[in-house]
Nanobody
């Protein structure tokens, strides 16, 4: 059974940092594309970053470039999202999701939620003073 579990969310002050984790179980992340998304109340789910697990290539939405870093640990079957210089408007539930290799043989296809078949339950990030 494919399962993704996010952790690491919490309350942080504006300008602060958090590192989110996405642990996979029931399958190996090798050759998957893994994406991070966020959804604030009343807003659509937004793609933030993606990593191709096979070669580590990454893709970011413009608003987080230079501040967020997506990375992977093959031994732990885990993907991370390091978030620096957080802004209040980035408060949201953050989700990770997996795009399987049969659908993404060349890695990340983009940040459209429809590309991703398996989703975690999300972790809340609050940015407030």
């Amino acid at each position: 059974q494919v399962q993704l579990v996010e952790s690491g969310g919490g309350l942080v002050q504006p300008g602060g940092s958090l590192r989110l984790s996405c642990a996979a179980s029931g399958f190996t992340l090798d050759y998957y594309a893994i994406g991070w998304f966020r959804q604030a109340p009343g807003k659509e789910r937004e793609g933030v970053a993606c990593i191709s697990f096979s070669d580590g290539s990454t893709f970011y939405t413009d608003s987080v470039k230079g501040r967020f870093t997506i990375s992977r640990d093959s031994a732990k079957n885990t993907v991370y999202l390091q978030m620096n210089s957080l802004k209040p408007e980035e408060a949201a539930v953050y989700y990770c999701a997996a795009d399987p290799p049969e659908r993404s043989p060349w890695g990340c296809r983009g940040l459209a939620p429809d590309y991703f078949a398996s989703w975690g339950q999300g972790t809340q990030v609050t940015v407030s003073s």
